[in-house]
């Protein structure tokens, strides 16, 4: 009976978690960060300019380190093409300053910011690191998954639309 009662519990949590999260088709909310190079950034500053992908991550994330080539690869091959990358450390047992070394350390080159308070992370509805999503021009979510997308050059049209 414990169990049932438990399975419920977790089943009837994980129901509402997902209820908050921004979904695939929604507009996505706005967001105000501070980059670690002391930059603002906002969903406004990217809105109409060309679709983004945001990486939810942490420094003790060794999913998120291993996806590192992966994002770069993107930047590299999409950046040309108007698409932008932001990475969101989930500022959970992690702090401005290791992310900060984290950066350094793996050379990342495009923006990482810190979610003090975890607040985009909440409203986006990050439960787990590395989430990606991708907005489109217009700040409709066009993906949401635990990796980048292998299939991106074939999608990256509707995204630009």
């Known amino acids: ?48 300019k060309g679709p983004l992908m945001v990486v939810f991550w942490a420094t003790w994330c060794d999913y998120c380190t291993k996806e590192i080539p992966q994002i770069e690869k993107v930047v590299e091959d999409f950046s040309g093409r108007g698409l932008s990358v932001i990475a969101v ?14 950066r350094d350390k793996y050379h990342i080159k495009y923006p990482l910011v810190f979610d003090e308070g975890s ?3 909440r409203t986006y509805g990050v439960y ?6 991708i907005l489109d021009r217009r700040g409709i979510v066009r993906y949401r998954a635990a990796t980048v997308p292998e299939n991106i050059e074939e999608n990256f049209s509707l995204l630009v639309e």
């Open 1 to 48: 009976m414990l169990r049932i009662v438990s399975i419920a519990i977790t089943l009837f949590f994980c129901s509402v978690a997902s209820g908050l999260a921004v979904n695939v088709g929604e507009p996505a909310p706005d967001f105000n960060l501070v980059a670690g190079d002391g930059s603002a950034l906002s969903l406004s500053d990217f809105r109409d």
């Open 89 to 102: 450390n989930v500022a959970v047992n992690d702090s401005l300053r290791r992310m900060n070394a984290y």
């Open 119 to 121: 607040r985009m992370t």
């Open 128 to 133: 787990g690191t590395p989430t990606v999503i």
